[in-house]
């Protein structure tokens, strides 16, 4: 406790530099969890319809590459998949892209996507408590995101708009399901058809529900759908998830633009933290060398400068955390979330805690190298 102590009133010594090295860790943590949380949630959005149905074994064409980019696959193949054994239910899904049209006549792309009420395997999970699902199956209803509605100039259930020119209404709104610069409409599989120009013989993907529930017989009726029917590849939910997500990030630059503001930001916190870091050091050269001078070793130094960078990592990381969760707030104020998983911040705390390190390691190497009897010419 006394070497804690004793770290403590060495940082706060000269609080000015205190706060100089907490603002260096707070503004990179806050920048890499604030690029992290995002780019989770672009990736989150990526995922289409597997969001929020991982719970389904997934047949789509053998070179869809992901759940955004479908190939047609003929709708006979769905008898051949409830032929299989432990295969339940099949659930055809239309996927298909569009233009909207506001009262305003503002155009933008909008992905249609066609299931079977009342399953809605390949819908949204969540909807705001207004919204009744049985209302999709009214003449002309569409289901909209409530993360769309600022930018479809705040249209409002029972209100209309168009899509491809063909007149439709909000029957209800989703959550948590905002597309990745377009809109995302959940419909029925024939007014999917209707509004798209989709083929009559064609679906996107099969969605099946399995007669099992643990896992390996789950992945035994995947070999065998892979087996029986070559024209298709099958996927368990969480694996065409995983593939979803490696095909943005190697297709797109996104990821890469985030990794590299990430690592800017990483570099920004450690220089930051390593030049006042050093300059207080310095500035208090003559207290270590007293240390030194009456027998103290370069380990009780060391010791002593670990743990103030560890006390510099606890307050940077909870006041980053505050920022954090700040800016989750402010952004479910407009619908849009961001999600620190556990892990995350676990990660971002080990993070914190190097950059203190790493940022004490110039100090402490100029420290080991002092000799007691510099400082009587100090």
């Known amino acids: 406790m006394t070497m804690w102590n004793t770290a403590l009133r060495f940082m706060t010594y000269d609080k000015a530099k205190l706060i100089g090295i907490l603002c260096g860790i707070v503004i990179s943590i806050f920048l890499i969890g604030a690029q992290l949380g995002i780019l989770n949630n672009i990736l989150d959005m990526s995922l289409g ?15 869809s590459t992901s759940s955004t980019s479908l190939l047609n696959v003929d709708k006979r193949v769905g008898n051949e998949l409830q032929s299989i054994p432990g295969v339940d239910k099949v659930y055809p899904v239309i996927v298909a892209g569009g233009t909207t049209k506001s009262k305003s006549g503002g155009s933008a792309m909008a992905q249609i996507i066609g299931v079977q009420y009342p399953e809605m395997a390949g819908a949204p999970a969540f909807y705001t408590p207004e919204t009744v699902l049985s209302n999709l199956q009214n003449e002309g209803a569409v289901i909209i995101d409530a993360g769309d509605v600022e930018n479809m100039e705040g249209i409002k259930t029972g209100e209309h708009f168009s899509i491809n020119d063909k007149r439709v209404f909000v029957s209800g709104m989703s959550v948590n399901n905002a597309g990745l610069g377009q809109y995302n409409i959940i419909t029925t599989v024939e007014r999917a058809r209707l509004l798209s120009g989709f083929s009559n013989n064609s679906v996107s993907a099969f969605l099946i529900k399995s007669t099992f529930t643990d896992s390996t017989r789950i992945r035994a009726v995947v070999n065998e759908i892979n087996k029986a029917i070559p024209s298709v590849k099958a996927y368990t939910g969480q694996e065409f998830s995983d593939v979803s997500i490696e095909y943005v ?23 930051i933290v390593g030049l006042t870091m050093f300059s207080s050091v310095n500035d208090h050269i003559r207290d270590y060398g007293t240390i030194k001078a009456i027998g103290g070793s370069n380990f009780l ?20 955390l505050g920022l954090l969760y700040g800016l989750q707030a402010a952004m479910a104020a407009v619908n849009q979330v961001i999600v620190y998983s556990p892990s995350l911040l676990v990660g971002l705390f080990l993070v914190t805690l190097a950059i203190s390190l790493i940022g004490n390691i110039f100090s402490m190497r100029k420290i080991f190298k002092l000799e007691p009897v510099q400082i009587f010419r100090m």
Do not use: C, H, P
Not at 49 to 63: F, H, R, S
């Open 49 to 63: 319809i597997v969001k929020g149905n991982k719970e389904y074994i997934y047949a789509v064409d053998k070179k």
């Open 249 to 271: 990030k190697t297709a797109s630059g996104i990821v890469a633009n985030f990794y590299l503001m990430i690592g800017f930001s990483l570099l920004t916190g450690i220089i």
């Open 301 to 320: 130094i060391a010791k002593l400068i670990i743990r103030q960078a560890m006390i510099y990592a606890a307050m940077g990381f909870l006041t980053s």
